[in-house]
């Protein structure tokens, strides 16, 4: 298919001279994004439509009382009445929905390289929570930061937070956002430490011997009460017996379910093995195609009854992978404004250089999308931005990109949202208590919507149309969204002038205008 690039003056003349005021104000009041959105106030959304994500149903004419950032009370405008001298706000035509969640980041590493307004970006696109799976900073850093959010000083999406992920030194250098650890009692104490310095959960990472070590590990976080999460290789039914609360990355079901399992799980500890497969590209592709056709099939059905059985969740990491990258590249290169450097550091549509094309390897990851579905396991989207090689991944709104994959998987619209919604919410209430997060709209809980302009159980490609998000009882309306926007371009571009022209891409007589968030 053939991509072309056309750089024409922008036809949002009136946006954009705004976008580059708010942008300079904003530069000019100082790092924190909290200066463009007030704190929480006290206010009724009204003759709104509310999406009832787990049932797949719409209510209209609610009206929905905030109060001290919490829902207080929800109910028909015609019984439901609203305080004398409340500030109201006119739902009429729009659609309520709980805050998305990203539950599979890097968004404090994204914020130091090709991201640095990741915070804005989330809150902007409706992303009210997000699960970071390590930063390549020092531990008490990232505390610290942590701290700043939770006292106001910047303006974040809700956090949970691993500090750093355990890792095994050996096959491939320990990456500065793991934590190397030896033995058992290393994995013990490294435990431990994370503990002491605020983490919410624990992460481990493929060379991580979970099937030897996982007990221990999982005893010693329940003790703390803290979750384990992460990336596993070998049994994903065995880590789920042995107590993990999550597991990353979709592409490895396949991979730890083939009848050369073993030789997958040599690949990933082995130094040797690794060397003699991943130093050639054609090489490691024939050798993961192989292991795509040679499914245990029995082993598999048990996995998928194991992981359902005990609700062991999924954070999936599409939109991470680079067939998201072919499946969306119009959207992906719409967010260039937000990348530092600009389209430099974002993987523009064409031709992708960094891996061959795999015929039917997408057709493959659908299918394991669809069996974890069917089989009752919780799907959480998760879109890997910050980590190396997805550069292209722009926090956000690549949990958009998450739930598109999930329908073009055959997953219902229904489904796809709680991925964003429910699923995260439920986790983070079970695992993560001291994190508030919203699967309902109902009484009680944080008050944390997105305000849609179109319904998204009619079509998933709805959550694109964002007219407002309410953050922990703050309003952020258009213009407070198109200020956070502004925000992250000036970060990105090192100026608050430097709002680009629109890049638009054609293909095959389409088009796709960058000067808005997708």
């Known amino acids: 298919m053939r991509y072309e690039q056309q750089v024409r003056p922008c036809s949002f003349v009136g946006d954009v001279l705004m976008i580059r005021l708010l942008s300079l104000l904003l530069f000019l009041a100082g790092s924190s994004a909290g200066a463009s959105v007030p704190a929480h106030e006290d206010f009724a959304l009204t003759n709104v439509t509310i999406v009832d994500v787990e049932r797949g149903e719409t209510l209209p004419q609610q009206t929905i009382l905030i109060i001290d950032g919490h829902i207080t009370a929800v109910g028909s405008n015609a019984r439901l009445r609203v305080p004398r001298g409340f500030r109201r706000i006119d739902g009429a035509g729009r659609y309520a929905t709980p805050g998305f969640w990203d539950m599979g980041s890097e968004v404090f590493n994204a914020r130091n390289s090709s991201w640095p307004g990741a915070f804005e970006l989330m809150l902007a696109n409706g992303v009210v929570g997000t699960r970071d799976r390590g930063s390549d900073g020092p531990l008490a850093e990232t505390a610290a930061l942590v701290r700043k959010v939770e006292r106001g000083e910047i303006l974040a999406p809700r956090l949970v937070w691993s500090g750093k992920t355990l890792a095994v030194p050996g096959v491939v ?170 389209a430099k550091t974002v993987a523009l549509p064409g031709p992708v250089a960094s891996a061959p094309a795999q015929p039917g390897v997408e057709a493959a990851l659908f299918k394991n999308l669809k069996d974890l579905h069917d089989a009752g396991v919780p799907l959480m989207t998760g879109s890997d931005t910050g980590s190396p090689g997805s550069t292209f991944v722009a926090p956000g709104p690549s949990v958009h990109d998450e739930m598109l994959a999930l329908v073009a998987a055959g997953i219902p619209v229904r489904a796809a949202l709680a991925a964003a919604t429910v699923n995260p919410a439920r986790y983070v209430s079970h695992y993560v208590p001291g994190v508030e997060a919203t699967a309902a709209l109902t009484a009680g809980s944080p008050a944390d919507i997105v305000l849609l302009d179109a319904n998204p159980l009619e079509s998933i490609a709805n959550v694109d149309k964002i007219h407002a998000v309410v953050f922990a009882g703050r309003w952020i309306g258009p213009k407070e969204r198109q200020a956070l926007l502004a925000r992250a371009a000036a970060l990105a571009n090192g100026s608050p002038w430097n709002v680009p022209e629109c890049l638009v891409w054609v293909e095959s007589g389409h088009s796709a205008v960058s000067s808005r968030a997708t």
């Not at 194991?306 to 609700?311: A, Y």
Request: proline content about 4%.
């Open 173 to 342: 250098p320990v990456r500065p956002n793991q934590l190397p650890v030896s033995n058992e009692a290393d994995a013990r104490s490294a435990v431990v430490d994370l503990a002491a310095a605020g983490a919410n959960y624990v992460r481990v990472t493929s060379g991580f011997p979970f099937e030897k070590w996982g007990r221990t590990v999982v005893d010693a976080a329940r003790r703390l009460g803290m979750g384990v999460s992460g990336w596993i290789v070998s049994g994903w039914a065995e880590a789920a017996l042995a107590g993990m609360s999550s597991i990353d990355h979709l592409v490895d079901l396949y991979r730890s379910t083939s009848t050369n399992r073993a030789r997958y799980l040599a690949f990933s500890r082995d130094p040797q093995v690794r060397a003699e497969i991943g130093g050639d590209p054609e090489r490691a592709y024939n050798f993961f195609a192989t292991l795509r056709s040679t499914l245990d099939e029995r082993y598999y059905a048990e996995t998928l009854r194991t992981l359902g059985r005990l609700k062991t969740s999924i954070a999936t990491n599409y939109s991470g992978m680079i067939h998201a990258q072919r499946r969306f590249p119009l959207r992906i290169a719409s967010r260039a404004t937000w990348a530092r450097g600009g």
